[in-house]
């Protein structure tokens, strides 16, 4: 209990600042996700429907994907060429957005488990006085709203661009086209989300850390360390939970972006002929990809600025538990991964964002002419 001041009413700290502040973002993803990813809300358990109604959205890929594949069988002699091209070129794509709705649905199953895990959290590491959790909400409101208004202009775009269908083929490629768009936008919202919120614990956990040491001369008291030892477990405990939940879907999603990117940027050094619509994709693809690499790797910084910072306050390392403390963060690699192979930090990006080019360059200058050949009826 916060005590009172004279003259003034306090009240105590309120809990669920972290879903209050980052509730816009988080629900104007599942808003969509009700409708394609069917992720349960964060206060609820994922009710056995949803599973079944994410089973049929599956089913209903998979018949668009047979849609195209037969419509491509059916294809005449003289458009075999571009229609291949068409038919390979979506094929991950299909695959990708079911993959994404079977693996948001297992993280719909321990949901509410994590959230509770962060709410007892938070009366520990935010209480009266809180100064970041209003800039997370901001940002996280501002992410939604620059998710919300890409996906609305994709598929006003993808509506002008495919209206009005001339056969199955061209219809199947229409509602894919709307669903995959949504699907891949508001999933990377909610891994920048889940982001923000982790790296929003250490952030204040490492407040909490130098607030303490500020009390004591520049050092953590010797009787506190082994509460900030426990609260620190609790901490990389829910970023490991968080992790083994989403790292499936961080790979796909680094995936599907970073082939579209390939396949854009070896089309553009092969036959240097990309029109405005997927000039525009690759655009939307490229910061997509950025943006989520980028706040998933907030996570291991904001573990690195508070690894260095016990390392500077916590007094008396011949002491029992600031031994096991030392020797616990010493051996400890705390991040977001993809699948668990594959750590999310900030040299991911230029070394992923590198490898694609020399291999896309490699690529084109043995093979340019053959590519030519292969591209030339797009």
Known sequence: MVPRERGHTVATPRRYLVWSAIRPALRTAQVWSL??????????????????????????????????????????????????????????GYFGCVALVLLWVRVAGPWSGLWARVDELEDRLWGRGVHRLPQLRRRTRFTAYVFVLVTIMQQVIVLLRRLPPSGLYEWALLVCSLGF?????????????????????????TAALQKTARQGDGQIPTEAVEGFRVLYNEVCGLTMAVDHCVSPVILVAIFTDGLYICRFVLLSLAVSAQNWYSSAVVTVCFFRFVCTLLTASSVHSEWQTTKSCLHRMVPCRGAKEARRFFMQIGTERISLTALGMVPITKTLLPAVLGAILSYEIILVQFQLQKLKLVFSSH
Do not use: D
């Open 35 to 92: 409708l394609f990813i069917s992720l349960a809300s964060p206060t609820t358990k994922l009710p056995s429907w949803h599973a079944a109604y994410a089973l049929l959205v599956c089913a209903f890929i998979l018949a668009m994907g047979g849609c195209f594949f037969a419509e491509f069988l059916r294809t005449p002699p003289e458009r075999e060429s571009q229609e291949r091209f068409r038919f390979f070129v979506a094929v991950p």
């Open 181 to 205: 768009t949504g699907a891949f936008n508001f999933s990377a919202l909610l891994l920048i989300v889940l982001s923000h919120a982790l790296a929003e614990c250490f952030r204040a956990l």
